[in-house]
T-cell receptor, first 119, second 113 residues
Framework: GAVVSQHPSWVICKSGTSVKIECRSL??????MFWYRQFPKQSLMLMAT?????????EQGVEKDKFLINHASLTLSTLTVTSAHPEDSSFYIC???????????????FGPGTRLTVL | GESVGLHLPTLSVQEGDNSIINCAYS??????FIWYKQESGKGPQFIID?????DKRQGQRVTVLLNKTVKHLSLQIAATQPGDSAVYFC????????????FGKGTKLSVIP
């Protein structure tokens, strides 16, 4: 259980175009999902917290008008990179939060990532 | 963007030996810590977690130790196997009740057959 998928797994686009990345929780519902960016040989950096039915919360330094997040259902969050430029090339990873309740811990399960290359 | 010349700390161990990966954290308000394994080109995979009211937790072949006094976390892997080769990240919550995670820099584990 607790499988998170992302689509596409990789995408190459021209500078100035927009790219949409989907994150789905396949066998559970997730009120909260997260979007991360990871540059080569670096750690994951949280970009934003996506909450179903409400506006996403962006981390400091992340442009909300450039990285549009929509969490329209309990199993799907999308990240759209608008007017992409080469510096946006990165590995984008989403995660979905499972709230365990009780004495169990709340856990994030990660998707496989999407490699974006902007030419 | 990409940082040319940036290298992850690397740990090389012989197959069958035990591995110890260390992590220092900075937020004394963190109450939950997780270790993730990331293979090349894939998303992080949950390994083991520990709450701040514990100092040790064991799983299958893995043990996490937490020293809150010096803000140090370690992951011990027993009888390391080639399939354990990956980058390992520690992560901490931002504070009590927070779901946002801050990831450490990562350590690359290479297992020598």
């Amino acid at each position: 259980g607790a499988v998170v998928s992302q689509h596409p797994s990789w995408v190459i686009c021209k500078s100035g175009t927009s790219v949409k990345i989907e994150c789905r929780s396949l066998d559970f519902q997730a009120t909260t999902m997260f979007w991360y960016r990871q540059f080569p040989k670096q750690s994951l950096m949280l970009m934003a917290t996506s909450n179903e039915g409400s506006k996403a919360t962006y981390e400091q330094g992340v442009e909300k008008d450039k990285f549009l997040i929509n969490h329209a259902s309990l199993t799907l969050s999308t990240l759209t990179v608008t007017s992409a430029h080469p510096e946006d090339s990165s590995f984008y990873i989403c995660s979905a939060l499972i709230l365990a309740g009780g004495v169990s811990t709340d856990t994030q399960y990660f998707g496989p990532g999407t490699r974006l290359t902007v030419l | 963007g990409e940082s040319v010349g940036l290298h992850l700390p690397t740990l090389s161990v012989q197959e069958g030996d035990n591995s110890i990966i260390n992590c220092a954290y900075s937020n004394s308000a963190s109450d939950y810590f997780i270790w993730y394994k990331q293979e090349s080109g894939k998303g992080p995979q949950f390994i083991i977690d520990i709450r701040s009211n514990m100092d040790k937790r064991q799983g299958q072949r893995v043990t996490v130790l937490l020293n809150k006094t010096v803000k140090h976390l370690s992951l011990q892997i027993a009888a390391t196997q080639p399939g354990d080769s990956a980058v390992y990240f520690c992560a901490e919550t931002r504070g009590a009740g927070s779901y946002q995670l801050t990831f450490g820099k990562g350590t690359k584990l290479s297992v020598i057959p």
